[in-house]
Structures are given as structure tokens and as C-alpha cells.
């Protein structure tokens, strides 16, 4: 499982990129990716399948050839997360599902295109302490062979920016006493370490959910990925 994800990250000029993968049981369901399309532009992935153990794990690697695979061809994200879910609709069972965020990044214009496929919205963390969660999307992958259409959404990153990918091993990881971490508990972590690189942001994010989870067997794959426009002055 460990070798279809992102051995290295690749280094895109004027950001900072952080990712982890924390699987709850021996192999997982939960999946991210960093894919280079050209000198400008790169694709920021997130999944999480519904389930653990091998039957996800196959199933997550599914969802990287299918990605990996449509990438290239450069269709609007739209039409490619169409052909993702039949993809993954076509090679899977009824009771298998997938969440699924993914996005193009355009290090020039610092735009951002994206599709959320019923995943947990992303934040975007403003240098000026305002919050954007990136729900723009549709159904999550492998229910319909054909959903309704997907819809994309854009946003600009600019200076000191940061977006935080997540999955649901996250802000629904569970205490010794049963609560939950939750989304308002995330949301303000994020917005507190928006001055952060994606190192720090990463490792401030993990830290707080392991102390908020200590004495309690972790519950669910924890999986984030962090993206930072770097402020001006630290290019």
C-alpha cells in the first residue's frame, strides 16, 4: 500500500508541500497523490474508501490507475472525475464507495481548479485569518455508474495561503471517552496554524489529534495533505 503512494513529494517552486498516511490496521483505504502535469501545473489528490483491511486497499488502487491514467489527458475535471467514477463504478461492488478530492494547481497563476466527489471539504487557511472550505463537487465515486453531472470549483491561493486536505480518520478520530474531534475543533487548529509551513501545519494537526486520542485505539486511517503558497519574503 505504502508503495502507491507518493514516495517523495515533488518540489514545486514557491510552495511548501506536506503529506501523511496513518493506517489503522495493517493496510487501509485512504489515499493521496502529487502528480506533475508540466513545469506549471500539478494535481492535489485525496481519497478515502469505504472500509479497511485488503478489499480497500485494492480498491484505492483502483482509484490511483484510474487517476493516473485520465490525468493526462487533460479533459475539465468534470468530464475526467465522470470517467474516475466509471471507472471505479465498473470495478467494484454496490457496498463500495469512495470520497474523493482532487484539483489542478497552476504555480503561475496560483489558481486552483478542483472537484469534491462527496469528500470531507478541504480548508483553505487566508494569511488574513479568513477560512474557505472547497465543497464545490458531486456524488461520491462508485454509487452510479452515471451520477449527475460533477461541477468544479476555483479558487486563487495567494500569498501565505494554505490548504489542508484531510480524511474523515481526522476530525472523526474518537477520545478515550468516545468524542469525537470533530469539525469546529479542526477548522479553528487549521486557522491557528495558517502562519505555519506544511511541515508544521502537518505535524501541529497530528500532535493535537494523538494527544486528543491518547488511551484510545486509533479508529479509522488518518490521512492529510498540505499545500502553502509561501509568503513572499520566505521565496
Known amino acids: 500500500q505504502q508503495g502507491l503512494l507518493p514516495k517523495d513529494l515533488p518540489r514545486i517552486v514557491g510552495y511548501s508541500l506536506a503529506a501523511i498516511n496513518e493506517s489503522s490496521q495493517q493496510v487501509g483505504g485512504d489515499y493521496y497523490d502529487v502528480i506533475r502535469l508540466s513545469d506549471e501545473e500539478y494535481i492535489l489528490a485525496i481519497g478515502d474508501v469505504a472500509g479497511k483491511g485488503i478489499p480497500a486497499?485494492?480498491?484505492?488502487?483502483?482509484?490511483?490507475?484510474?487517476?493516473?491514467?485520465?490525468?493526462?489527458?487533460?479533459l475539465p475535471l468534470p468530464e475526467a472525475t465522470t470517467r474516475i467514477n466509471a471507472l471505479i463504478h465498473g470495478n467494484t461492488s454496490i457496498d463500495k464507495f469512495i470520497t474523493f478530492f482532487w484539483g489542478v494547481l497552476n504555480t503561475v497563476s496560483h489558481e486552483f481548479h478542483y472537484v469534491n466527489a462527496g469528500h470531507n471539504p478541504p480548508y483553505i487557511a487566508r494569511a488574513n485569518g479568513e477560512m474557505t472550505s472547497l465543497s464545490e463537487g458531486g456524488l461520491i465515486l462508485g454509487i452510479l455508474s452515471t451520477p449527475p453531472p460533477y461541477s468544479s470549483g476555483t479558487v486563487v491561493l495567494e500569498a501565505g495561503d494554505t490548504l489542508v486536505c484531510y480524511t474523515d480518520g481526522v476530525n472523526e478520530a474518537l477520545s478515550s471517552d468516545m468524542e469525537e474531534f470533530g469539525d469546529d475543533r479542526l477548522r479553528d487548529l487549521v486557522a491557528q496554524c495558517r502562519q505555519r509551513d506544511a511541515c508544521d501545519t502537518l505535524s501541529c494537526i497530528r500532535d493535537e489529534v494523538l494527544r486528543f486520542t491518547e488511551g484510545a485505539p486509533q479508529s479509522d486511517d488518518i490521512t492529510m495533505l498540505v499545500a502553502r503558497r509561501m509568503p513572499e519574503q520566505d521565496k
Do not use: S
Open 57 to 74: 486497499a485494492l480498491l484505492m488502487a483502483n482509484v490511483q490507475a484510474a487517476l493516473r491514467t485520465i490525468a493526462p489527458l487533460r
